[in-house]
């Protein structure tokens, strides 16, 4: 399952990198770096309201990224963790990994939880 995931991500990347290869493959706040995510959160829930703004565009990207893995692989990516909980999650890697980008957070997220998934299901195999 995590395979056909990561094989899914690797198809699209490639094509769009071989369609374009001098130009960006990913657009919008995916492209973000984490420090600037980390920096929004923290405006956020100052009550920021720019920071608020800001915070509902990686709040969109991301909902548009899973929903569009989700589909593309006939599953749930986020495996039932609602999307603040993804944001959440998301935050915690960029404060530890500031110099990556929003999607690296986001495909951190996806492959924990899809570890997490596939663990449960071997184990239960195995009762």
Not at 37 to 44: G, I
Not at 47 to 66: C, I, K, M, P, S
């Amino acid at each position: 399952m995590i395979r056909r995931v990561l094989l899914l991500i690797g198809a699209v990347l490639s094509a769009g990198m071989a369609m374009a290869a001098d130009k960006p493959v990913l657009w919008g706040q995916g492209v973000q770096r984490c420090e600037v995510y980390t920096k929004v959160w923290e405006a956020r829930n100052l009550g920021n309201q720019a920071g608020v703004e800001d915070y509902r565009r990686f709040q969109d990207w991301l909902t548009g990224f899973v929903s569009g893995l989700s589909l593309a692989t006939g599953m749930d990516v986020l495996r039932g963790v609602d999307i603040e909980g993804a944001m959440r999650r998301t935050r915690i890697h960029c404060e530890d990994n500031p110099e990556d980008d929003f999607f690296t957070a986001s495909m951190d997220l996806i492959r924990v939880l899809s570890a997490v998934d596939s663990a449960r299901a071997r184990a239960s195999r195995r009762d």
